[in-house]
């Protein structure tokens, strides 16, 4: 396999994140050429593209194995034929955030906070995007018209105080952008914590820069939250940025999907988890893939996620467990979907079992009176 190395030797611009960003993958011809598909294979990615478009840095696509047709990161951004089949479950708009958006770019679930999406675009695509109906669709970051709309949303609601910058993905926009924006809701004394949510990190490290980092600290708490599906994702690269974010004072978390045939296994996920505590990253959330339509080949049953949330509970340190969460399909937001630890409970005891399946006991306090 040929490393990232190799290329930052050859490519003068590859440490660049606007070089990078130039340079995407992002036809058929340019994958097929890349990865040296068949005809077939050229001509499945041509199929899916009209549904949800491509686009790979250089970077990340040299982290693919070019030999190795089941490759994880591959299958993480490269088309395959699957998404245009149809699935009984599909739904376009799985988690209803249409229904939940009072002003557009706003999803308000939550009672203190909100999602924010300032862009469409991301760097990658993740085949496997939840909002794959709408990101991808247009290259441009939010107007300033929308922008004023949300923000007046946002501070006549001052029950709002969080709010998740998220996209597409909020750190391709250019600094000054992503900073007026984030001036604007620092402007509003209600709101307490700003959170980005990135994918950048993992696929275009480089834009982890002195110049991006000591914009967000003057405008602190922020919180950082990305996106590592894949141990294959962790690189030097990677990690200098997850040091850079955490050094900087952000704390930084970790999403990831649960994903059929790339990282739906124990092993996979010990790793992955570890080695993003190893680089002071906490999981925070391991979703269930959603409903969204064309993803269901990534799919898993909920029984296989919980048994691989069950096997690396209290084998690993807690820090390295992120929350198994479903978010619920019309909008019910995210459900916590746990092993069953409790085997009977009533007023006088609990009996439990614990990580190694042993049982024990616990004594109920009486009640307080009155309740
Ligand atoms: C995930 C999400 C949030 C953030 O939820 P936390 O559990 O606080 O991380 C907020 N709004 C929407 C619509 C979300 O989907
Ligand atoms: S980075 Fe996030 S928004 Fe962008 S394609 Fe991947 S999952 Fe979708």
New binding site residues.
């Given amino acids: 396999m040929k490393r990232c190395a190799d290329y930052a030797a050859h490519y003068p611009g590859w440490g660049d994140w606007k070089w990078q960003y130039a340079h995407r993958i992002t036809t058929a011809e340019e994958a097929a050429a890349y990865l040296k598909m068949t005809k077939k294979e050229k001509a499945d990615v041509e199929n899916c593209l009209s549904a949800f478009r491509m686009a790979i840095t250089p970077y990340y696509a040299s982290l693919i194995d070019p030999a190795d047709p089941e490759d994880p990161i591959r299958k993480i951004c490269v088309p395959r034929i699957e998404e245009t089949y149809p699935c009984a479950n599909d739904m376009a708009d799985p988690?209803g955030?249409e229904h939940?958006s009072p002003v557009p770019n706003i999803?308000h679930?939550?009672p203190d906070?909100?999602?924010f999406l300032t862009t469409l675009c991301c760097s990658t695509y993740c085949r496997y995007c939840t909002r794959r109906r709408v990101v991808g669709e247009e290259d441009r970051v939010i107007t300033e018209a929308a922008l004023k709309k949300a923000v007046s949303y946002i501070r006549s609601h001052t029950e709002i105080r969080?709010v998740?910058i998220s996209g597409g993905d909020p750190l391709v926009m250019k600094t000054e952008k992503l900073e007026h924006i984030i001036r604007e809701l620092r402007a509003i004394p209600h709101v307490d914590i700003i959170r980005i949510g990135t994918r950048v990190p993992v696929v275009l490290p480089m834009r982890i820069t002195d110049e991006l980092l000591s914009m967000l600290r003057q405008y602190q708490p922020i919180w950082i939250n990305t996106h590592f599906a894949h141990p294959g994702e962790i690189t030097p690269e990677a990690a200098r940025a997850c040091a850079a974010i955490v050094d900087a004072g952000f704390p930084l978390g970790n999403q990831t999907v649960l994903l059929r045939g790339i990282n739906d296994s124990a092993e996979i996920l010990k790793e992955l988890f570890l080695k993003l505590v190893h680089m002071r990253v906490r999981p925070y959330y391991l979703y269930q893939c959603d409903l969204s339509r064309g993803i269901g080949h990534f799919r898993t049953t909920v029984d296989e996620g919980i048994d691989i949330m069950h096997a690396l509970t209290g084998n690993i340190s807690g820090y390295a467990v992120p929350k198994f969460v479903i978010?619920a399909p019309g909008g019910g937001?995210?459900i916590p979907v746990n092993y069953n630890y409790i085997l009977s409970k009533n007023e006088q005891e609990v009996v439990m079992e614990n990580f190694q399946g042993k049982i024990y006991k616990y004594p109920q306090a009486e009640a307080r009176p009155g309740r």
């Fill in positions: 988690l955030e939940d999803v679930r939550y906070r909100v999602l969080d998740l978010d937001g995210k």
